[in-house]
């Protein structure tokens, strides 16, 4: 147990200099893994705004529906010269009717709340990939100046002296 900590150790310390060598610091990985999670928490809460609206609208049209069922049942009735069955039917309508105005109104406010999800998504989308562009330039910048101090210290002579020196002449 105590070489597995060890090496875990080990693994952690070789990672972050990994991460100090490509020029990527502490806080802007956690920065990273801050937005990631926050995007992440952020989806899974736009699905679930989307699940919910669909069920609100699958759930208002069978109240629709079974409305229309419930008016032809009234008007067969009616044909029928059944008026107590019509009206029993046509207060039945009545019925599914408040409870559609209800799915309809709280299926446009879960509209609403969709809405905002997605915009929240789009903003944390946003976030992530300036920090995604952040940590690019970061390494990017790091690996300049990484192959510039290379440059420089290869040649540590004058240029002229060693071409004078590769023809021969001292």
């Known amino acids: 147990m105590g070489a597995n900590f060890g090496s875990a150790r080990a693994l952690d310390r070789a990672k972050k200099e990994e991460m100090e060598r490509m020029g990527i610091t502490p806080d802007m990985l956690k920065m990273a893994e801050?937005?990631?999670?926050?995007?992440?928490?952020?989806?899974?809460?736009?699905?679930a705004s989307q699940e919910s609206l669909e069920t609100q609208q699958r759930f208002a049209r069978r109240l629709d529906s079974d409305s229309e069922r419930i008016f032809e049942k009234a008007k067969e009735a009616i044909a029928s010269e059944n008026e107590e069955s019509a009206r029993a039917f046509l207060m039945e309508r009545q019925q599914l009717q408040q409870k559609l105005k209800k799915a309809l109104m709280g299926a446009a406010e879960e509209k609403k709340r969709l809405?905002?999800?997605?915009?929240n998504v789009r903003t944390m989308e946003n976030r992530a990939?300036?920090?995604?562009?952040?940590?690019?330039?970061?390494?990017?910048?790091?690996?300049?100046?990484?192959?510039?101090?290379?440059?420089?210290?290869?040649?540590?002579?004058?240029?002229?002296?060693q071409k004078f020196r590769d023809m021969g002449i001292d």
């Not at 809405?115 to 915009?119: F, G, K, L, S």
């Open 34 to 47: 801050e937005v990631g999670l926050e995007l992440e928490r952020a989806m899974e809460g736009l699905k």
């Open 115 to 119: 809405e905002v999800m997605e915009r």
């Open 129 to 161: 990939m300036e920090i995604e562009t952040l940590l690019r330039r970061s390494v990017g910048a790091k690996s300049l100046q990484d192959t510039s101090m290379s440059t420089l210290s290869l040649s540590n002579e004058d240029p002229l002296l």
